[in-house]
């Protein structure tokens, strides 16, 4: 029985350290456009993954749209996730665990462009208290072109992004499951939850 175990551990840690290669033309502008292609075990395992979809036969496509009256809330005490953002130790292990992901990642003719507004300019600002710096450190970098703006108006999502990726799963898995273990996440999150409570 051991043996068994032991043996299928050994097989899922041998297949998540065959690298993947990820090329991806993604788009999405209230819908999303554009096809992943995945590659395993040095290109002999390939899976293309179309994710355009049809617009609806609804006429409001074609109408421009109009903004809504927005209903606010009356902000909650407790269990408010951008209380994470506002602790330092916190900030930085996120921050450090972007930077290791994207060393991990191995970019090839990669560009990105994400607009990003949560419609109300305080949870926007706290959001890009986290999204500034990291903006600033990948629009520096040389291995690809990434720009990420904030919208303090308005809520939306941009996202428009071309590329190629190639990466270890098991690097990956063990970088996040290090971050999740992390003294200053594992106290934000014990700390986000008493104040729930």
């Known amino acids: 029985m051991l043996t ?29 456009r554009g096809q992943v292609q995945l590659g395993w075990a040095f290109g002999l395992l390939r899976v293309r993954i179309p994710l355009s979809k049809t617009a609806s036969a609804s006429s409001a496509g074609d109408k421009p749209l ?13 269990g408010n996730p951008f209380r994470l953002m506002r602790q330092k130790p916190f900030r930085r292990r996120i921050i450090r665990f972007v930077g290791e992901l994207w060393r991990a990642l191995h970019k090839q003719d990669v560009r990105l462009r994400l607009r990003v507004g949560l419609g109300d300019p305080a949870d926007t600002g706290q959001l890009w208290a ?68």
């Open 4 to 32: 068994g175990v032991a043996l299928f551990l050994l097989l899922l840690v041998a297949l998540l350290a065959i690298p993947v290669t990820l090329t991806f033309r993604l788009a999405w502008q209230q819908t999303l």
């Open 66 to 78: 109009q903004k809504k009256a927005r209903h606010r809330e009356p902000p909650r005490k407790g």
């Open 130 to 197: 986290i999204m500034g710096p990291l903006a600033g450190v990948l629009a520096n970098t040389r291995e690809a072109s990434i720009t990420i703006e904030p919208d303090f108006m308005d809520a939306l999502f941009e996202f428009d992004g071309s590329g190629r990726i190639r990466f270890v799963p098991l690097q990956l898995l063990w970088l996040t499951l290090a971050m999740l273990l992390s003294p200053p996440v594992r106290q934000g999150m014990m700390q986000m939850r008493r104040t729930a409570s």
